[in-house]
């Protein structure tokens, strides 16, 4: 019956590829291809696998049947739900880093089970049941990694700063930028086409300190996944990669914290119970000090001066989380988050004339998080969540000046927020598939650069307010994905991705196919091969390679269409002995409607301006990327880590830039090698270690100079010009660093205290931050120099568990 099923579905295929569009045509051999249901009695198990020390749920925990060879995992939320013949079932539940359990009993009814899991600190051996996996050798999906929070925090970080961000960066298929800095470059896309999630909320700047640092602290999550290809059909609205972040929701038996203290900055979090194994909080909070070491110091320079010059930076994040057990059939959970930079500069002059001069700056950019999310088990086979949430960014710059002729302030405001409403649904009818349905609703309010002047002075007063009016589209997404199973050789996640966008009275609708398929040659060997679309409907506009507050992010227009993407990928799968597993994946991604700056246009109109005009300033073309990455992997035991390799491509064209021929993208890097290794020599001691090495990213400089004539168009004779024969014509040196770490762990009698040891960039490599050209005075020539900026940075750290 099944062969039967399969021969009518292809010849459906063929007389609908004859007769209907493409896209019409994978949504119905998408609708037949789901497996027969079979007439036997079927009962369902479900319920929550949950951490037994903090009754944290644990997501992608296996529940297994060794009996029938089948199997689920948990989603999100540590829920779970396998479909069963009516018959005796013996059931495995397994995850990394716990003790597994065993429970056998005969099904003739649907049955809850709730399972809290045991730490083993002593695995060595990795514990897989079953062919049920979202990634690795027996998953269906490809181009998606899921990095244990535990490897992250045990990893090298500058400054004693663990950052998820830079960790993500070590994977192939991923560049960095810039030396040192936190923006993530995914497989020849641009930083602005990455979807960063915290808690399925997104995040627009995911910077500090000019991207050196993200927003995101460690302590407050609880697990981490990449999607650079292979997108499942639930995300879109970007073209690169997704990052989906979740936070901890709070222990439910015992108040526990962290606190820690290190040279850039302290952190301190808590959580527990409000009401015992049923609402709990989680709440974590960090701040670095910069300012509070500058002031003094400064103050101190310059005691007794007539004039004084005062500066203050720092960054702060707070993150907090609330989550209510109304029963076994509805959760609720509020989570938060704000986090800003803050910049503050004073100069004040006074003499014994009592003439005061005084000028402020204060400068503040940040992102606030809110979101309010309702699961609901309808059924056993059937999981719902609903979320509300809002998330905004904005940058505020005010200057003020005092004096004796009167006062002058200025100011600049920009920002963007969404209010969105939000429906999933998980329906597993049976063990071949798990169906995934929903969509959401989106209210943008995109608020353009506002510039404002106001001036008291002596006889003269004034305010003038430019700027541009906010824009407000609407966004709808509906999906459908099924992660199915044909047989126990063949596994497929197959969606569909609607997303209709209106803006300035006109609507923009994109249909997005989404396909991975699985095939295992044997149980430790698999192949795959995937396909997809998205669409893209905002843009940033940026002024340089490092995240500034004054990137701003703006919407599609009637002029300026949706970036589009397509990209195939296809991978083989291994799984070594000791637990390690092997990946080699090949991709090509075609980028549509892109955007870059026309030659010689800059950021800025005329009057300061961003927005402003920003569509007179751009090219529209296309790009796209292609390449090899290659991933070895440990993730149990007490050595972990990974090795990755990049042999990649990205390309650029536009008609009116470089006389239209190709060049290369920014962050073309043609070899990236990254190696990351942990090892826990007891419960005292471990150690970590990074060495990445990379081929130069590009640049544009120019190749000849010259004088313009005398009054050839209006230019003066003798005003020097610099010509550049292409865009991105100079590629950078080749970088490399070694970073390294210790942590020194003791039990006290309250808490566990460690002591923690980092050194960046260890042999001291002078990484070039950028390139430029200088005159030198003896040669008498213009000679390229680099300006390098992160040298050996050594850094201690202490933190205390309780």
Not at 51 to 76: F, Q
Request: aromatic share 14%.
């Amino acid at each position: 019956m099944f062969l039967i099923r399969i021969q009518k579905t292809i010849l459906i295929s063929y007389f609908c590829q004859k007769l209907l569009p493409m896209k019409a045509t994978f949504l119905l051999f998408f609708i037949f291809l789901l497996p027969f249901y079979s007439f036997s009695q079927h009962y369902t198990i479900s319920g929550y696998i949950t951490e037994k020390k903090s009754g944290e749920t644990l997501i992608g925990a296996s529940v297994y049947d060794n009996i029938s060879k089948k199997g689920a995992i948990t989603n999100t939320y540590g829920f779970y739900t396998l479909t069963l013949p009516k018959s005796s079932v013996q059931l495995t539940y397994s995850t990394t880093g716990f003790k597994k359990k065993e429970i056998a009993f005969t099904l003739n009814k649907d049955t809850i089970i709730n399972l809290d899991f045991e730490d083993n600190l002593e695995l060595k051996e990795l514990i897989v049941s079953a062919n049920i996996a979202e990634t690795g050798v027996r998953g269906s999906q490809m181009s998606t990694i899921n990095i244990p929070i535990s490897q992250i925090k045990s990893m090298p970080a500058m400054m004693g700063e663990v950052d998820v961000i830079k960790a993500l960066q070590m994977l192939p298929g991923v560049q960095s930028g810039t030396e040192g800095s936190s923006g993530m470059y995914v497989r020849g896309g641009g930083p602005d086409e990455n979807l960063m999630l915290l808690d399925g909320v997104p995040v627009y700047n995911a910077n500090h300190l000019m991207g050196f640092f993200s927003v995101f602290n460690a302590d407050a999550i609880k697990n981490v996944t990449l999607y650079k290809g292979s997108f499942p059909a639930r995300f879109g609205s970007r073209l690169s990669s997704v990052i989906d972040i979740t936070t901890n929701d709070g222990n439910n038996k015992h108040i526990h914290g962290n606190a820690s203290i290190g040279l850039l900055s302290s952190k301190l979090s808590i959580e527990g119970p409000i009401i015992k194994e049923k609402t709990t909080f989680s709440l974590s909070g960090r701040r670095s000090y910069i300012d509070l070491l500058t002031k003094p110091l400064m103050n101190s320079y310059q005691k007794g001066e007539d004039s004084k010059t005062s500066f203050g930076y720092y960054f702060y994040d707070v993150n907090a989380k609330i989550t209510h057990k109304i029963n076994d059939k509805h959760r609720l959970f509020v989570s938060f988050y704000n986090g800003n930079d803050v910049i503050s500069t004073g100069y004040n002059y006074s003499n014994s004339d009592n003439s005061k001069t005084s000028m402020d700056m204060d400068w503040n950019w940040g992102n606030t998080i809110g979101a309010l999310r309702w699961n609901w088990r309808i059924a056993p086979k059937l999981f719902c969540n609903t979320t509300l949430n809002y998330t905004s960014y904005l940058s505020n710059i005010k200057i003020a000046m005092d004096g004796d002729a009167g006062t002058m302030g200025m100011g600049y405001k920009s920002g963007i927020e969404d209010q969105t409403a939000r429906i999933d649904l998980d329906y597993n009818p049976n063990v071949y598939n798990e169906i995934k349905v929903g969509g959401e609703y989106t209210y943008h309010t995109f608020k353009p650069d506002v510039t404002s002047f106001e001036a008291a002075l002596t006889g003269f007063d004034t305010t003038v307010v430019n700027g541009n009016n906010n824009v407000y589209p609407h966004e709808v997404n509906f999906y459908i994905e099924d992660n199915v199973t044909l047989n126990k050789y063949i596994k497929g996640n197959i969606g569909l991705h609607y997303s209709n966008f209106y803006v300035q009275e006109k609507t923009y609708q994109s249909l997005e196919p989404r396909a991975s398929v699985r095939f295992m040659l044997n149980q430790d060997l698999s192949f795959k091969i995937a396909y997809c679309e998205m669409s893209q409907y905002v843009h940033l506009l940026a002024s340089n390679s490092i995240s500034l507050p004054t990137d701003l992010w703006v919407p599609v227009t009637k002029r300026v269409e949706p970036m589009k993407a397509k990209q195939f990928s296809a991978g083989v799968f291994y799984k070594l002995p000791a637990n390690i597993e092997l990946s080699v994946e090949g991709y090509y991604k075609k980028m549509d409607n892109l955007i870059e700056y026309k030659e010689g246009e800059s950021l800025f109109s005329e009057n300061g301006s961003i927005a402003e005009g920003w569509e007179e300033k751009i090219e529209i073309g296309q790009g796209w990327s292609y390449g090899m990455e290659i991933l070895f992997e440990k993730s149990v035991g007490k050595t972990t880590g990974w090795i990755g390799y990049t042999l990649a491509w990205a390309n650029r064209q536009f008609d009116n830039i470089s006389f239209g021929n190709t060049f290369p993208a920014k962050y073309d890097r043609r070899h990236d090698l990254s190696i990351t290794l942990s090892h826990k020599f007891s419960r005292k001691l471990d150690i970590g270690a990074n060495w990445i090495f990379g081929t130069g990213t590009t640049a544009t400089l120019g190749t000849q100079l010259f004088n313009a004539p005398t009054n050839l168009g209006g230019i003066n004779y003798g005003q020097q010009y610099t010509y550049y024969e292409n865009r991105n014509n100079f590629r950078m040196p080749n970088s490399h660093r070694l970073d390294l770490s210790v942590n020194f762990h003791k039990k006290l009698k309250w808490a566990e205290r460690t002591w923690n040891i980092s050194i960046f960039n260890v042999y001291n490599h002078k990484n070039a931050f950028i390139i430029f050209t200088d005159y030198d005075s003896n040669t008498k020539q213009n000679q390229l120099k680099q300006l390098s900026i992160l040298p050996i940075l050594p850094s201690v750290s202490y933190s205390l568990k309780f």
